[in-house]
């Protein structure tokens, strides 16, 4: 596959995912390898329906230099390591899939998987948290790629998977998410979570990064809905009892990235509060996450 060829495959990789409903809005990153320790990447906060190959980002893992007309994905370095980690992958793909994200929070110990699948995802190891695009979390996870796993759950992020080609990689993300939603507790039968958890009548406080961008520490529980229609007026997303959850956005897009996060956020809550596990992220990070957000990401992604 020539250069060309490799970036359509890679900004294509981003509808796809979405199709698949392992992305939502701009998070999430893939790369394809080029050379050596060339690669194609996704620039940093631009949305996927959007994206085209001239969008794609050439950078070079050895020296950090870049070319293109948008920058390169913040989490650049991630993809830079396991290229060197491991020599046969040829792509790499970022994931904020919902119940991988959710079995994150509680570590492999909690992953009800056979052997054989564990061969089919090319090794699976947990990578503690640092903040989105830093330094501490490309070393988090370029620690649990050194164990030999091509397959790192994220402490409150999500997951980066490697493969041979784009084909492996999606096969394995899709293996994961299904090992991951027969792992994890708490999850109501024939219910949506999201009113499973309206129903306890508790406020939901943020435990993955990309609810904390999007929404902030916390989302409100309300008893009815002209409560709720009160509370939307400061917040962008309500629990009611015996509901769900009511979102407010900015537009059809935002809306719709809003479903998705508050359905995630309750997977995980109702999964961590099942397991009996302190999975809260921090308020200095939450509202650091929700500021760098608002002043850059969600500007970035209009274009």
Known sequence: MNEQELRETVAGTGRLLLKKELVARTWGNFSARLAGTRFLIT????????????????????????????????????????????????????????????????????????ENERKELGGVAWAAYGLPGTKKLRENVETAMKSGAETVLMAHHGAVICGRDREEAIRRAELLEAIAKRSLKGLPDGEEPERAWADLGIPLYAELDDMAQMIGRRIPAAPDEETAEKLLERTNAVFVRGKGCLVRGDDADDTEALKILTRKAAVAALHTRASGTG???????????????????SKQKKG
């Open 43 to 114: 620039p940093s906060g631009l949305g996927y329906e959007a994206m085209t190959a001239d969008d794609i980002v050439l950078y070079d893992g050895e020296t950090g230099k870049w070319e293109g007309t948008r920058k390169p994905s913040s989490e650049k370095g991630i993809h830079a390591a396991a290229y060197a980690i491991f020599p046969e992958a040829n792509f790499v793909i970022h994931t904020h899939q919902v119940y991988a994200s959710a079995l994150g929070l509680t570590g492999p110990e909690s992953m009800s998987v056979t």
């Open 279 to 297: 999975a809260r992220l921090g308020p200095f990070d939450t509202a650091l996450m929700r500021y760098v957000y608002k002043s850059k990401y």
